[in-house]
C-alpha cells in the first residue's frame, strides 16, 4: 500500500513558477514509477509528465515540454514537478500517482497504470 500526499500548490501569475511535491509512504516507494496528472474543471484527467523508478526514464506531454521537469529523490521518498514559464491553462488540479507494474516510455503516459493516487493540489495561474 502507498499513500500520496501532494503539496506546493497556488496562485502565480503567467510567467511564474511552482514545485510540486508529492511525498509517498511506504518502503516499496524506490520500486513504483511516479506519474503526474492534472484535471482542469469540466475536462478529463490528462497526463504532465512521469519518471521511473530509476529516475532513467522520463516522459512529458507535449503542452508542458521544455516547461515543466520531473524528478524525484528515493531518500525522501518524494518526487517533485518544478513548473516553470506557467500559463493560464495549465491551471488545474495536480495529483501525482504511483506504478509498480513494468511501464514503458509509451505506458507511463497512461492513467489506468497507475495503482494508487494522491488527493491532488490546486494549481492557478492567473493572466
Known amino acids: 500500500q502507498v499513500q500520496l500526499v501532494e503539496s506546493g500548490g497556488g496562485l502565480v501569475q503567467a510567467g511564474g513558477s511552482l514545485r510540486l511535491s508529492c511525498a509517498a509512504s511506504?518502503?516499496?516507494?524506490?520500486?513504483?514509477?511516479m506519474g503526474w496528472f492534472r484535471q482542469a474543471p469540466g475536462k478529463e484527467r490528462e497526463f504532465v509528465a512521469a519518471i521511473s523508478w530509476s529516475g532513467i526514464m522520463t516522459s512529458y506531454a507535449d503542452s508542458v515540454k521544455g516547461r515543466f521537469t520531473i524528478s524525484r529523490d528515493n531518500a525522501k521518498n518524494t518526487v517533485y514537478l518544478q513548473m516553470n514559464s506557467l500559463k493560464p491553462e495549465d491551471t488545474a488540479v495536480y495529483c501525482c500517482?504511483?506504478?509498480?507494474?513494468?511501464?514503458?516510455?509509451?505506458?507511463?503516459?497512461?492513467?489506468?497504470?497507475?495503482?494508487?493516487w494522491g488527493q491532488g493540489t490546486q494549481v492557478t495561474v492567473s493572466s
Open positions: 500517482a504511483a506504478a509498480l507494474r513494468p511501464l514503458t516510455v509509451v505506458t507511463l503516459t497512461m492513467t489506468s497504470q497507475y495503482d494508487y
Open positions: 511506504g518502503r516499496t516507494f524506490s520500486s513504483h514509477h
